[in-house]
């Protein structure tokens, strides 16, 4: 922990200085500008004790006004600019408003009486919902605001996703098209211990019989993401055991708008990123297009993708509201998937000895939500939803101890000197196909004024079946071949959830269960005299309950804990093999607390911190390329993750009411503990005896930090310096602590790494038009980030322009 700090305090010295020189330093702007106006109900009458809050997301800028009896606001001071205006008062519905200095004249905001209508559509999709729900909700969140991803000029979600704490992203082929998510200690391998949800509705092709992550969306899709843990999670499901990450589409805006982003860089980085959308009548409309390619983190690593997706909301009455969602997503990658050698990374980190292997996959999805305001008190939404994801890869090599695949079983494979030439190749294809039906009801009632309620309760339909083929090619290049699996995987699952929230003052308590019923069926389709037609079937239920509370303590500040029954279904694949034979493997079960605050001390500061323990009871070792050495399916026992992360962020602009601002975020986790308990023994071949109880978990490093400091001012420049800290870990559960020479590079150390980013905006208000530059790995660092099958890098320095035009 002193070292970190150390590190830190080194790294950002200079960052620091930097940016205050350049606030300090600034031409005085002229700040003559001032907004006024007035809150009033629907018959005209002055609302007092009215917040109204100005806002400027750009420079993180913001001051609150509190009416009086008369109903007036004003804020003097400001500079020239477009702010936005949000007015929340007690017993009515909250208002917003965009402003222009500019326009000058008295604004006047009217407010109409509070009902549920305002909060649905919020809830619907977001996991925070609406800025009050955070004082009552009873466990962690944290959010990567609009702002911040634009800003930010990610390239993908691995890097957005790690300026939140208690996540650890870890990369793959460089481009983030296969994240690879862990929470607090737990595996990050394809995600499968995450929830995914897109606008609250399961984003994976398979949450239930095959929880990975082959499919994933560009980030240039979403206005912001969401990260749950805690208690909250038993709303949703099935996998309850770490947290749920929801991205959050942008919704249609008010003004026919049309934007166009084109971004260029290094290493054959292209990106271009259309939107159009608009109100006509009630009915709004969003449709975006983006196109992306580029190098991967190694050689003979190119990967080119399309995604188009669209919006459409209507308001059929003052009741009924409808917003339904489509995409499609096409992705071609020359991409291996194996990793290096001991001997190969020595020779070259980054080379790829695999210039024939190709992932192609494509995906459709689309979903309908309506929201029914039932009363003021009541609502229901229901979602629809359904995807089909197609995925073939054809591949020489799954795993470094396969040099090539097909060594020795083709005739004309005898040696690597065959590989681009007579070596065959195996092509995974894989078909998914799902449909999901969801009603969720919500009831908010009130007993006086001492105490209220709010009961939320739904169920969830839902379908799912897998179509898995290997063919075995006779060239490198080839796209079919000799069958050799072909399987067929169904599941049908019926899950129910209801909680109540019941608010006492200051304190919110919130009891909940979930309950999962899964149907598993598999059946072997592959026509051979011993396998041909064998199936098998099972079930089971799991019943998964949970608490929160939290309090309100001070004035912004809310103190919160819980504790849920965490809960991940086994694969199709692992609970019933391919005769047909069901395995006796249980669900991955375990008890999960957590105890924090979230607090705003001051204006410009926010601070969240919490303490959390994840007590596995059954921790699931699954069998899967993916996982790599030691992977078998198995009951795999106790483990013990617990921990404390911090979040905070400070902007001196809005703490000094100025439009220069100075601003500090930071994402911290400490995992000193993530080990095996009971009787555990490895899982690594050739050591099935050796205890591993009190060894450290794979992929679990102890520290992870993300740091920045920038600035921004009121002409339009934005800029800012980020660190990416992450300690070191084991790749195995022997806790490896030195790498084997010559070996497959599946076991060893993975060091810790320190890497740098910077990004600069400048966005020209009268043109509309923001130029931009980041900068990722500044040092271009060499560095491994992982080992499940074979050593593989982090991504090296790319550099990138562009800009963005908005019509």
């Given amino acids: 922990m002193r070292n970190i700090i150390k590190s830190l305090t080194k790294n950002f010295n200079l960052s620091l200085m930097f940016c205050c020189f350049i606030a300090l330093t600034q031409t005085v702007f002229a700040q003559n500008e001032s907004v006024r106006g007035k809150v009033s109900d629907a018959n005209g009458a002055a609302v007092s004790g009215a917040e109204v809050v100005l806002q400027r997301r750009d420079l993180r800028f913001e001051r609150v006004f509190v009416t009086q009896n ?15 205006l949000t007015v929340k008062a007690a017993n009515f519905g909250s208002s917003v408003k965009t402003i222009n200095t500019k326009d000058g004249g008295e604004i006047e905001l009217k407010l109409s009486t509070g009902t549920i209508s305002e909060q649905v559509l919020v809830n619907s999709s977001s996991l925070a919902g609406t800025a009050e729900s955070l004082d009552v909700l009873p466990g962690s969140i944290d959010k990567v605001e609009p702002q911040v991803l634009e800003n930010s000029r990610v390239l993908n979600f691995s890097e957005a996703l790690r300026k939140l704490p208690g996540v650890n992203v870890r990369d793959e082929e460089g481009f983030g098209l296969r994240p690879n998510i862990g929470i607090r200690g737990t595996n990050p391998t394809r995600s499968t211990k995450v929830l995914l949800l897109e606008d609250g509705i399961p984003l994976s092709y398979a949450p239930y019989g095959d929880n990975a992550s082959y499919y994933h969306p560009p980030v240039e899709r979403y206005e912001s993401i969401e990260v749950l843990k805690g208690a909250g999670q038993i709303s949703y499901g099935p996998v309850t055991v770490a947290g749920v990450v929801n991205y959050l589409t942008p919704n249609p805006p008010e003004k026919t708008s049309f934007s166009l982003k084109l971004t260029g860089g290094n ?8 939107t159009f959308g608009g109100t006509y009548g009630g009915t709004g409309i969003l449709l975006n297009y ?3 390619r580029g190098d991967g983190a190694r050689e003979n690593i190119n990967s080119r993708l399309n995604d188009f997706s669209g919006k459409i909301t209507r308001s059929l009455n003052s009741r009924n509201f409808l917003s339904g969602k489509f995409s499609f997503y096409k992705e071609d990658s020359n991409v291996t998937y194996t990793g290096a050698t001991e001997a190969e990374y020595a020779l070259n980190p980054r080379g790829n000895i695999f210039q024939n292997d190709f ?15 039932i009363s003021s008190k009541a609502a229901l939404t229901t979602n629809v939803y359904g995807a089909y994801f197609d995925r073939d890869w054809w591949r020489q090599s799954s795993n470094s101890g396969q040099r090539p695949n097909r060594l020795n079983v083709d005739p004309d494979c005898l040696s690597l000197a065959q590989l681009n030439t007579t070596c065959g190749n195996e092509g995974r294809l894989r078909t998914y196909k799902l449909l999901g039906f969801e009603p969720r009801f919500t009831y908010n009632y009130d007993a006086g004024d001492s105490f209220r309620g709010e009961l939320q309760t739904g169920f969830r339909v839902h379908w799912e079946e897998q179509d898995r ?40 308590v ?9 149907n598993y069926y598999r059946q072997n389709n592959l026509q ?14 799991q019943v998964i309950p949970g608490i929160g509370v939290a309090v309100n303590a001070f004035k912004n500040t809310t103190i919160f804990g819980g504790v849920h029954r965490g809960f991940a279904p086994p694969r199709t694949e692992d609970i019933i093999s391919n005769t047909g034979g069901v395995i006796d493997l249980d669900s991955e079960l375990s008890w999960n607390y957590e105890f924090g605050i979230r607090t ?23 069998a899967s390329l993916a996982g790599g050495v030691g992977s078998v399916f198995t009951n795999g026992g106790q483990t013990l993750h617990q921990g404390f992360e911090f979040n905070a962020r400070i902007d001196t602009g809005t703490i000094f009411n100025s439009s220069n601002n100075v601003y500090f975020s930071t994402a911290y986790t400490y995992l000193p503990t993530a080990e095996f308990r009971g009787t555990r023994l490895s899982s690594v071949s050739g050591f099935s005896t050796v205890s591993v109880s009190g060894r450290r978990l794979p992929y679990a490093p102890e520290n992870l930090l993300t740091a920045s400091v920038g600035y921004a001012n009121p002409i339009g420049f934005d800029g800012f310096l980020e660190t990416v800290y992450v300690s070191n870990q084991f790749s195995d559960d022997l806790n490896t602590a030195t790498a084997i020479a010559n070996s497959n590079g599946q076991r060893g150390p993975i060091a810790s790494y320190t890497i740098f980013n910077a990004t600069a905006n400048y966005k020209v208000e009268k043109w509309r038009t923001t130029f931009f530059v980041t900068a990722k790995n500044l040092t271009d660092k060499v560095y491994i980030v992982d080992r499940a099958r074979g050593i593989l890098p982090g991504p090296p320095r790319s550099v990138q322009a562009g800009i963005k035009l908005n019509f």
């Fill in 510 to 518: 919130t009891p909940g269960v979930r309950i999962e019923r899964v």
């Fill in 267 to 274: 290493r054959g980085y292209f990106n271009g990123a259309g």
């Fill in 359 to 373: 992932f192609f996959g494509k995906r459709f999805g689309a979903s309908l939500s309506h929201s029914f305001l």
């Fill in 528 to 541: 051979t005299p011993t396998f041909a037609g064998a199936f098998g079937r099972t079930e089971f239920t």
């Fill in 70 to 84: 008369d109903g007036k606001f004003e804020f003097s001071g400001l500079a020239d600019g477009v702010y936005t």
């Fill in 469 to 508: 083929e290997q063919r075995n090619g006779d060239l490198p290049n080839s796209r079919d071949g000799v069958l050799s699996e072909r399987n067929y995987r169904q599941n049908t699952a019926y899950s129910g959830f209801i909680q109540n929230r019941f608010i006492f003052g200051r304190l919110a």
């Fill in 290 to 292: 983006s196109y992306k």
């Fill in 600 to 622: 705003r001390p001051f204006r410009g500061v926010g601070l969240d911190a919490t303490f959390f323990r994840l007590d596995y009871e059954n921790q699931i070792v699954p």
